[in-house]
């Protein structure tokens, strides 16, 4: 079983910057594919990003592309996720998960463990 807790959230101004992290404990990464995910009030949670087990390979929505980077250190058993350039479009509680199969995914039902996930509002 892993359990996930994600933190940095908060309340920043567009064009601003902020990052998000997301700690594990319980089993270690390593061996899991690691995704970054969103949901804005009303909405559908959505994919943002992705990154594989080794961190060989990065996926990102087209929304975020270019401003978001995701990251990972195994030897701190966390991933990151940098936002630059917010806007407030991306006002959303952001949830990471674990994805075992390790190679990474858009797809939401590939995830295996979820966070509880964590506030990030952009103003205006």
């Known amino acids: 079983q892993v359990q996930l807790v994600e933190s940095g959230g908060g309340l920043v101004q567009a064009g601003g910057s902020l990052r998000v992290s997301c700690a594990a404990s319980?089993?270690?990464?390593?061996?899991?594919?690691m995704g970054w995910f969103r949901q804005a009030p009303g909405k559908e949670r959505e994919f943002v990003a992705a990154?594989?087990?080794?961190?060989?390979?990065?996926y990102y929505a087209d929304s975020v592309k270019g401003r978001f980077t995701i990251s990972r250190d195994n030897a701190k058993n966390a991933v990151y996720l940098q936002m630059n350039s917010l806007k407030p479009e991306d006002t959303a509680v952001y949830y990471c998960a674990a994805d075992r199969l390790g190679w990474g995914s858009d797809e939401e039902n590939r995830y295996d463990y979820w966070g509880q996930g964590t506030q990030v509002t952009v103003s205006s």
């Open positions: 990154i594989a087990w080794n961190g060989g390979n990065t």
């Open positions: 319980g089993r270690t990464l390593s061996g899991y594919a």
